[in-house]
């Protein structure tokens, strides 16, 4: 049966659309995502896997929202809010709660980097810290001036390294079957638990990736309208889905990888220690291969962290920083903490439990945003997006308070 040529253009029509969802996906790919999963798996086992799994379906609705505004309304979700928070002090204030999640961001991505090149080439962890910030710098300049398209298809080639180096353990390695299907029914066992729950909802459904996404869509479509803008849409769908199904995949392929084979061995509550564990269980090929995936991770990540960042300061603040400078004022931190000696693991799994306390403010917005006929007219949502969208971010809301009291209580 042949293919009629209005199929047949279609389709490359259709793929060409597709990118700029993989590239806010990376951000479920970063180091800080590891660090979580993999602390997970090895402290509890695969009590956590429906943590993963509901966290990567909740960021399938945020992501399409996000990129639903971008594309509808030509503007980002900082832009958006900039100009309609009318009082400076909140607008700052703001501001200042989104730096906070860009600068917790930004540590993730860069000790990621530092870690994974000390792992493959010795490197202190400074050095390898500044390495990580360089190259997102050139990525980001890639951006500037070669286009979206270009900075696209980079950060897809490293998603393809992140696959691989963090999914060729479970084939040597493979879990209990029986025991990731207990691990879908949600539970907590103890405040411990929780707490890595939280670091991996911060992981995943990560405030960056919804401010970074809708500026994506702006920048590859702009303001689309009419029945062109009903085809990016359907583009969009299919975007966000690939890209959250890689990420989902790799994401629980990781808690499983250490569940089954980290669990109760010393010293995998670290990178270090788990890339140690790996090697000794299965094999400095395998190990490789992690270092190379993690070292992958953090490149990518940390570039669109730092895309992210500089839409967050130019939307709400109404100005444009340096790129230099925009990439030092969240470099600093995570550079500190190494200077420091400050344990990386124990940083980046922290720092996600700040990208957890960041989601309602980015979360939120967006929900109200894309809900409001007279901005986004027909595309607005439907009540039952609005619902859903509005479950998801009571879940999330409710388990950081959770995790508030069980910490303040010593629970």
Same mark, same amino acid.
Request: aromatic content about 6%.
């Given at each position: 049966?042949s293919t009629s040529p209005q199929a047949r253009t279609r389709a490359p029509a259709l793929f060409s +659309? ?22 997970? &798996? ?34 980002? $979700? ?22 906070? %999640? ?30 990580? &910030? ?49 691990? +879908? ?76 084979? $980290? ?54 603040l109404r100005t444009r920083i340096p790129l230099l400078t925009r990439r030092i004022i969240t470099l ?7 200077? $420091? ?26 929900? %109200? ?6 901005? $986004? ?35």
């Amino acid at each position: 049966m042949s293919t009629s040529p209005q199929a047949r253009t279609r389709a490359p029509a259709l793929f060409s +659309l597709l990118g700029p969802a993989m590239v806010a996906g990376v951000a479920y790919l970063d180091p800080g995502n590891v660090a979580s999963n993999m602390s997970a &798996g090895a402290q509890y086992g695969y009590l956590l896997v429906w943590v993963v799994v509901a966290g990567n379906v909740m960021a399938w609705l945020i992501q399409y929202l996000s990129a639903k505004l971008g594309l509808t309304t030509g503007e980002s $979700l900082p832009q958006a809010l900039g100009t309609r928070i009318r009082s400076r002090p909140a607008r700052y204030g703001y501001w200042l709660q989104a730096e906070l %999640v860009a600068m917790a961001t930004d540590v993730a991505e860069v000790l990621g980097g530092a870690i994974a090149l000390n792992l493959l080439f010795g490197l202190p962890l400074v050095v390898g810290g500044v390495i990580t &910030g360089v190259v997102s710098m050139l990525l980001l300049a890639l951006h500037s001036r070669r286009g979206s398209r270009a900075f696209e298809r980079v950060v897809i080639g490293f998603v393809a390294v992140i696959a691989v180096g963090f999914c060729a353990g479970i084939v040597l390695g493979p879990p209990d079957a029986t025991a990731v299907v207990g691990g +879908l029914v949600p539970r907590f066992e103890d405040s411990g638990s929780v707490l890595l729950a939280a670091s991996i909802l911060g992981a995943t459904v990560m405030p960056h990736a919804i401010y970074a996404h809708s500026a994506l869509t702006r920048d590859r479509f702009g303001r689309v309208v009419g029945d062109e803008r009903r085809r990016v849409l359907r583009a969009t769908r299919i975007d966000v889905t690939v890209a959250l199904v890689i990420a989902g995949t790799v994401n629980v392929v990781i808690l499983l990888l250490a569940a089954a084979n $980290l669990q109760g061995v010393d010293g995998t509550d670290s990178l270090e220690g788990a890339h140690a564990a790996i090697a000794v269980g299965l094999g400095p090929v395998v190990a490789t291969l992690f270092a190379i995936g993690l070292l992958a991770s953090g490149l990518a990540s940390t570039s669109v962290g730092a895309y992210a960042g500089a839409e967050i300061m130019q939307g709400l603040l109404r100005t444009r920083i340096p790129l230099l400078t925009r990439r030092i004022i969240t470099l600093v931190p995570a550079l500190a903490i190494l200077v $420091l000696g400050v344990d990386p693991t124990l940083a980046l799994v922290l720092s996600q439990v700040v990208l957890s306390f960041g989601i309602p403010f980015a979360l939120v917005p967006l929900v %109200v945003l894309t809900a409001r006929r007279a901005l $986004l007219g027909d595309a607005a949502n439907r009540w039952y997006t609005t619902v859903a969208a509005s479950i998801a971010a009571g879940l999330l809301i409710v388990l950081n308070v959770t995790l508030l009291v069980l910490v303040a209580t010593g629970a």
